[in-house]
């Protein structure tokens, strides 16, 4: 079925490195994703979010990177910090305002 | 701004008690609400989709008459999960549409539900 989902399940990054998290997708259709953030017994927090007729878009510290040709999102993230460590899931919005989100991929700080 | 609130953040209950979780929008108008139940290192579910005024859209496989939702105003809509079975017991997060552009869903910190 078309789904969003993650290709890494867990990342491991250095404090200071730059962070990518990968998300691939499979349903043409989706015109608007977003990046969330979920700390341990939290909810979701927005980070970013892209249309589809853009292919980057940057924040605070946060780029998002949108590849329409092979279905594929990206969120960087620079000089990664320990407040950092989360799951990450990329979703997709299909112009029915539901979102579909990816299995989410931890990322973890080392000091 | 786009701040989303839930009540309680947990609940311990009985078997085949209700319990009632409350999502409010604090600082906007929601157009739309979701709720969503997501499990141990798992991704979240949407469970069903409520609009003020009008009846909630359930996704395939959530019991309606289980999992009662009330979407009382723009800012206030209730989850009832009814007669609870341990089974039930999960995370239940909350979230709240608002136009920027498109429609974007911003997530309450969720409430945490052990049925025993």
């Given at each position: 079925g078309e789904s969003v989902g993650l290709h890494l399940p867990t990342l491991s990054v250095q404090e200071g490195d730059n962070s990518i998290i990968n998300c691939a997708y499979?349903?043409?259709?989706?015109d608007y994703f977003i990046w969330y953030k979920q700390e341990s017994g939290k909810g979701p927090q927005f980070i970013i979010d892209i249309r589809s007729n853009m292919d980057k878009r940057q924040g605070q510290r946060v780029t998002v990177l949108l590849n329409k040709t092979v279905k594929h999102l990206s969120l960087q993230i620079a000089?990664?910090?320990?407040?950092?460590s989360a799951v990450y899931f990329c979703a997709e919005n299909k112009n029915d305002y539901k979102l579909s989100f990816g299995a989410g991929t931890t990322v973890t700080v080392r000091a | 701004g786009a701040v989303v609130s839930q009540h309680p953040s947990w609940v311990i209950c009985k078997s085949g008690t209700s319990v009632k979780i409350e999502c409010r929008s604090l600082d906007f108008q929601a157009t739309t609400m979701f709720w969503y139940r997501q499990f141990p290192k798992q991704s979240l579910m949407l469970m069903a989709t409520s609009n003020e005024g009008s009846k909630a859209t359930y996704e395939q496989g959530v019991e309606k008459d289980k999992f009662l939702i009330n979407h009382?105003?723009?800012t206030l809509s209730t989850l009832t999960v009814t007669s609870?079975?341990?089974?039930?017991s999960s995370f239940y997060i909350c979230s709240a549409g608002t136009y920027r552009g498109q429609e974007t869903q911003y997530f309450g910190p969720g409430t945490r539900l052990l049925v025993l």
């Open positions: 499979s349903n043409s259709a989706s000089a990664t910090q320990p407040g950092d | 009382a105003s723009l609870a079975h341990p089974e039930d």
